[in-house]
């Protein structure tokens, strides 16, 4: 899993759409891209092209209801980016 989470940090700025999407995912468990969009305020016309990268990059998954699911537990990711701030 450390791997992955260094790809993820090193690949994603964590100012951008894609970051604040694969946090929320992480954090909030699966969801559709309009639920994405109304949770975090970024536009549909941004939140799912940056779906389709993350998809491609293997950073979430799309489930068979359409939803997205991250591949990154949040409480690893947040340990993760703890152990980077010591």
């Known amino acids: 899993m450390?791997?992955?989470i260094d790809k993820i940090i090193k690949d994603l700025s964590p100012g951008t759409s894609q970051f604040k999407i694969l946090i929320f995912l992480s954090f909030k468990g699966p969801c559709s891209p309009s639920t994405i969009?109304?949770?975090i305020n970024i536009p549909?016309?941004?939140?799912r092209p940056?779906?389709?990268?993350?998809l491609e990059k293997g950073?979430?998954?799309q489930l068979e209801d359409g939803n997205y699911k991250s591949n990154i537990p949040f409480t690893?990711?947040?340990s993760?980016?703890?152990t980077?701030?010591?």
């Not at 940056?50 to 993350?54: A, C, G, I, K, Q």
């Open 80 to 82: 993760y980016l703890y």
């Open 2 to 4: 450390g791997e992955l």
């Open 37 to 39: 969009s109304d949770e």
């Open 84 to 86: 980077l701030n010591k």
């Open 59 to 61: 950073y979430v998954n």
């Open 76 to 78: 690893d990711l947040i």
């Open 50 to 54: 940056s779906l389709r990268n993350l």
């Open 44 to 47: 549909a016309g941004t939140v």
